[in-house]
């Protein structure tokens, strides 16, 4: 059978004969058999593989009127290596990517997409005025990754930095203003948030920063943002208590 080649753990296999799909996995554990591997072939079902067939034959042998029904399978399987495969065709991907927004189910593949300032310069001109409930998470995704300000700051490791010379980027967010080794700073254009430790400066990842947002800028104060921040540990005590003297206010 030929093998797709997409991950070393995780591939599609194909029949050469009746072109039958099949998902293969490779388990590695170590156990006291002495048994280290253990790998599974599995049939893939219709249409999902009908799917991965058409996504393997490239642009070039997709038509126009298939795209509509191609995307919805997408949507309907959404599996990691759907979406693996998909991004190795970029001009199939931005053929299909109107169609994937005409299904909530296709939410996830969509998020995926959005990985650069270009893609999320392209994704912004599909969405348009397409303002639907779920897609929320896809605009909040669209705005961060095409920050002009912050886009390029890293999670982990931080962005080393002087606080006595800060790059231009990094100069516009906004600070809280706790102290000089510990602080959260702000981005104006996307409301991503950072961590500065006094050397560094590092995107703080959601959910965490959803509510440190909201202990620090929101009118209310929700108990489950209070909680999260207080299981953050003894560093962020100070987020806290700003939390409750703007609700004293």
Known sequence: MTRYGLDDDEDYWQCPECDAVFVWQDYTAFT????????TLQRV?????TTVRALRRGTTAVAD???AELAANIAFAHAALVITLLRRDAAL??????HLADHAGALEVLLELVDTADGAARMRTVLGERTASHFAPLWERVRVVGCTICRDIPGYPGLRVSRDALPANVAK???CGHSAEQDVWRCRECESLFEWDGKSVRRIPDPFAKCI?????????SPAALKMVFDGGRDWVWVRERAAARVRR
Request: hydrophobic share 35%; charged share 25%; proline share 9%.
């Open 213 to 221: 947002h909201e202990c620090l800028y929101a009118p209310v104060v």
């Open 93 to 98: 991907v931005w053929r299909l990517v109107p």
């Open 173 to 175: 967010l906004e600070q």
């Open 45 to 49: 079902a219709e249409p999902h593989a």
């Open 65 to 67: 009127d298939e795209l």
């Open 32 to 39: 006291g058999s002495g048994n280290n591997d253990e790998q």
